[in-house]
């Protein structure tokens, strides 16, 4: 089985190939084929099994057609924690580069004036940790009724942080 196969665009596949990887992991070759139908689905697996490219690769492929507006992001990831959301943000970047897509990250500890702008500028896909993302939504920066695309990682970490208020209202949203 090759990523190919998993109906990834060969623009895609070329990004991947040049990280060094010619076969899906289990995860990607189960989760990947659903998320390009747009099936909502619970993903499960350990830490170090391709999980984060599961659901980013099938995303890029989504964005890869559509246009970016002001103050609406067309898609969600929330993470846990501020370096989960780095990491996926690594990920965007690497799989991403043959495709021209806008991403910013929202996360507590750093000014906001730089993710304002971002979001001003329009976004393909926000990766956010609850907190800060609820704040700028309370200031009135952003709308997520634009937002077609919303990944829960590390649910269970969500879950014990307790962070399912916020996810709630988030969910609300959207
Ligand atoms: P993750 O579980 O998403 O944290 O990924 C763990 C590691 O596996 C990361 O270093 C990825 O770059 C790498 N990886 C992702 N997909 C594959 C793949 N298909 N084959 C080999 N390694 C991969």
């Given at each position: 089985?090759?990523?190919?196969?998993?109906?990834?665009?060969?623009?895609?596949?070329?990004?991947?190939?040049?990280?060094?990887?010619?076969?899906?992991?289990?995860?990607?070759?189960?989760?990947?084929?659903?998320?390009?139908?747009?099936?909502?689905?619970?993903?499960?697996?350990?830490?170090?099994?391709?999980?984060?490219?599961?659901?980013?690769l099938?995303?890029?492929?989504?964005?890869?057609?559509?246009?970016?507006?002001?103050?609406?992001?067309?898609?969600?990831?929330?993470?846990?924690?501020?370096?989960?959301?780095?990491?996926?943000?690594e990920?965007?970047?690497?799989?991403?580069?043959?495709?021209?897509?806008?991403?910013?990250?929202?996360?507590?500890?750093v000014?906001?004036?730089?993710?304002?702008?971002?979001?001003?500028?329009?976004?393909?896909?926000?990766?956010?940790?609850?907190?800060?993302?609820?704040?700028?939504?309370?200031?009135?920066?952003?709308?997520?009724?634009?937002?077609?695309?919303?990944?829960?990682?590390?649910?269970?970490?969500?879950?014990?942080?307790?962070?399912?208020?916020?996810?709630?209202?988030?969910?609300?949203?959207?």
């Open positions: 089985m090759s990523f190919a196969d998993l109906g990834l665009s060969p623009e895609l596949v070329q990004a991947v190939t040049a990280k060094g990887y010619d076969t899906p992991t289990p995860i990607q070759a189960q989760a990947i084929p659903s998320v390009l139908m747009m099936r909502d689905l619970i993903a499960i697996a350990q830490t170090g099994t391709g999980k984060t490219a599961s659901f980013v099938p995303m890029i492929d989504i964005l890869a057609h559509g246009r970016r507006r002001a103050m609406m992001p067309r898609s969600l990831i929330l993470e846990p924690t501020r370096e989960l959301a780095a990491q996926v943000a990920n965007f970047e690497a799989y991403g580069k043959n495709h021209d897509l806008k991403m910013a990250l929202l996360i507590g500890g000014q906001m004036g730089d993710q304002v702008k971002a979001l001003n500028e329009g976004v393909d896909v926000l990766i956010a940790t609850p907190g800060r993302l609820m704040d700028l939504f309370e200031r009135g920066k952003i709308l997520l009724t634009g937002c077609d695309l919303l990944v829960i990682d590390e649910a269970d970490r969500m879950l014990d942080m307790g962070f399912i208020p916020d996810i709630e209202t988030i969910c609300s949203k959207l």
